[in-house]
């Protein structure tokens, strides 16, 4: 992949800005506190769509995803997103919740996943 260019900077930081849209200022944190259930059944139990902490997760879910349909298309500099995101750390952490969700909706997060698994290959073979 070629190196990062300066337009490429600048799309990573409208991506970030674009984070702050999607994703609720608290969600990082409380997902990664120990309040976090990533059983899908318990999640959904104590936190069902409409909640603030469904939407902290609903959030987070799809800003990855937005990246990662981004980078599947080639429109994003892999080598930099790879130095800017950890995606394998928040795929694993949300997983089970998101895996679940695929009842419905057989596609759903198949970007964020994959962007994940090719990062994870990536640092193997770094």
């Known amino acids: 992949m070629a190196d990062p260019t300066k337009e490429d900077a600048q ?5 970030a800005q674009l ?8 969600a990082r944190g409380w997902i990664w506190s120990e ?7 318990e999640f959904w139990e104590k936190h069902p769509p409409g909640s603030v ?3 902290y997760v609903s959030g987070m879910a799809g800003w990855y995803e937005t990246i ?4 599947k298309h080639e429109l994003l500099n892999e080598r930099l997103l790879f130095d800017w995101l950890y995606v ?3 795929w694993e952490r949300l997983k089970p919740i998101l895996v679940a969700m695929r009842r419905n ?9 994959a962007l994940a698994e090719a990062q994870s290959r990536a640092l193997v073979g770094a």
């Open 11 to 15: 799309l990573l930081v409208q991506l």
């Open 19 to 26: 984070g702050t849209q999607m994703v609720h200022p608290q």
């Open 88 to 90: 394998p750390g928040m």
């Open 105 to 113: 909706t057989p596609q759903l997060w198949e970007n964020f996943e």
């Open 68 to 71: 990662a349909t981004l980078w």
């Open 53 to 55: 902490e469904f939407d």
């Open 35 to 41: 309040a976090f259930v990533s059983d899908p059944d």
